[in-house]
């Protein structure tokens, strides 16, 4: 009797889980009118279910990717790196840039964690490999898979939030630094322009040698800016609606 309960009470926690899940990915994805979000699941599912959740190469996000690619706007795209506090803080109070979680797959998945196991067909939020645990989890695959897009996607002039208080703002394995970066490309992409995010223990600045690599990664012919921005500077401009976008620094 007591297997039964416990086995009983597992399923159904199971259940449970599998279920929420669902239903958090499918409530947000509807906030993106006229989106079709049963399908948008199904490829999204696809991508990890029944697999060794180490083995999700990001590749196998291709069809969630096609069924809703990310539609930035034109010199409104907001990159970052180490920043996203601040940068959030920022877009969600002000309408002037666009983020990949302003985008319907960004937006669903942001701050969630999921993972299959070999054998089963549900989706599982807990006992999942952590961010560094092995490189091909499915939570990792993912965000490099559609920051991938969102940077394809990219045009006119792109900003980037990068932390000035730490001593590499630009770290060539994050995913700013081994993907976006990298696809930002010179047909579409004006300039990139760099905001250095500082505070009173400023540790970096404009000059600094990371900033040297970012620049010989970019492609030729887009334009390149730093500029060194303190953090209570960007907050105050969060929190002014009267002040125009472009004159946050
Ligand atoms: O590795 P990062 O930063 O350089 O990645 C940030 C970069 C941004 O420009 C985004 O477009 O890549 C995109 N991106 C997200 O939008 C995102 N939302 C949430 C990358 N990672 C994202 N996350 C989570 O933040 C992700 O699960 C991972 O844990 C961090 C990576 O942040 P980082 O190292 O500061």
Known sequence: LVFVIVGVALG????????TFQETFISRCEKFKGSDCQKIWRAFEQAYVGRDPCNVPMEEYNPLVAAAPPQPACNRIMLWSKTKDVV????????CFGTLEDTLLGSVLDDLTWCGKEGSSE???????????CEKNPVRSFWYRASAAFADAACGDVTAMLNGSISTPFYPTSIFGSIEVKRLNSTRVKSLNV???????????????SLKDLQKELDKGIKYNCKEVEKSQIEECASDPQKPCGACW
Do not use: I, M, S, Y
């Open 12 to 19: 159904v926690t199971l259940r449970h889980e599998n279920d």
């Open 88 to 95: 959030h803080d920022f877009t969600e109070k002000r309408d």
């Open 123 to 133: 989706t599982f939020t807990t006992g999942c490999p952590g961010w560094t645990d």
């Open 195 to 209: 905001v250095l995010v500082t505070e009173q223990n400023e540790v970096a600045n404009c000059t600094n040698a």
